[in-house]
């Protein structure tokens, strides 16, 4: 699904937050990653990418670290506002700058959840 606004002028490169349901069999895991390879591939290399996962349990992946995958898990029988997931991932809110990572010790979503997709890789994220 992809939502686009159109009362605001793009502020950066596009962002494809792929949001994906691991409750299937290996056959249909093997289509699916099959098909969000393919997706990456055609993308614009600048545009940014981002990986959740869910099942039981809902899982906001680090992509800035490929030699150690790190991701965030939060129980998918609770119900997490938005102050509170910004705070279990240590990121400061939109539009808050470089005064905001000063002041609360927060980090930028950019390079920790979103990356350009020219620096990806997906190959073990999620399995």
Same mark, same amino acid.
């Given at each position: ?5 159109? $009362? ?14 691991? /409750?299937?069999?290996?056959?249909? *895991?093997?289509?699916?990653?099959? $098909? ?22 809902? *899982? ?7 030699? /150690?995958?790190? $991701? ?19 990121? *400061? ?9 000063? =002041? ?13 997709? =020219?620096? /990806? ?7």
């Amino acid at each position: 699904m992809e939502y686009e606004l159109q $009362s605001t002028a793009p502020a950066g490169p596009p962002i494809f937050l792929f949001v994906v349901d691991t /409750c299937l069999d290996e056959e249909e *895991m093997d289509e699916l990653k099959d $098909s969000l390879q393919q997706t990456l591939n055609l993308i614009p290399e600048t545009a940014l990418v981002g990986l959740i996962t869910f099942g039981t349990h809902v *899982m906001v992946h680090e992509l800035g670290f490929a030699d /150690c995958p790190k $991701s965030f898990v939060f129980r998918g029988t609770k119900e997490y506002n938005t102050q509170r997931v910004q705070d279990l991932l240590n990121i *400061m809110p939109p539009n808050r700058g470089g005064a905001a990572q000063q =002041a609360g010790g927060r980090e930028p979503a950019l390079g920790r959840f979103l990356m350009p997709v =020219a620096e /990806c890789r997906w190959d073990d994220v999620g399995t």
